[in-house]
């Protein structure tokens, strides 16, 4: 029996990935830097990198723990140019949490974690970077470094 059920498996596993790359389900590892700054109610900035364009960014405060501040987080991506030719033109969508730690006011320490929810089939990304709120609630200003995959 267990003769049998090895080359039933290795015969699944490469029907399998032979159908998954037909269908043009490969990805890309991805990476950049983000900025956007917020003027008024307002959060706009841009995406270089592999990936380059204009944003859209939503952010609504869920809460603090010490010096760490959390906040539900929405980016809309306009891809004007990028590694992977299939997502020039596309309207990209993500979501997840930006997570802030005081650590030298007026800069914050930050971390997104992203899951593209619109736009692509499938796409994570995480950014590391900074915001300076010496202008909060006026505006800020926010600069991170981005890398993940995502799959046209």
């Known amino acids: 029996m267990k003769k049998l059920i090895i080359p039933l498996v290795l015969l699944a596993l490469i029907f399998g990935f032979s159908s998954d790359a037909s269908a043009g389900a490969a990805c890309y590892a991805v990476s950049g830097e983000i900025d956007f700054v917020k003027v008024g109610p307002v959060i706009s900035g841009t995406f270089s990198g592999d990936l380059e364009g204009t944003m859209v960014v939503q952010t609504t405060f869920v809460g603090k723990h010490g010096v760490a501040r959390f906040r539900d987080l929405t980016q809309t991506w306009v891809v004007a140019d990028s590694i992977v030719e299939p997502l020039i ?35 994570n990304l995480t950014a590391h970077g900074w915001t300076d709120v010496t202008d909060y609630p006026y505006g800020f200003v926010h600069h991170s470094e981005y890398h993940g995959v995502i799959c046209p």
């Open 89 to 123: 033109g596309r309207t990209l969508r993500f979501e997840g949490f930006l997570k802030g730690q005081i650590n030298h006011w007026p800069i914050l320490k930050t971390t997104h974690k992203l899951t593209l929810v619109e736009g692509a089939e499938l796409g």
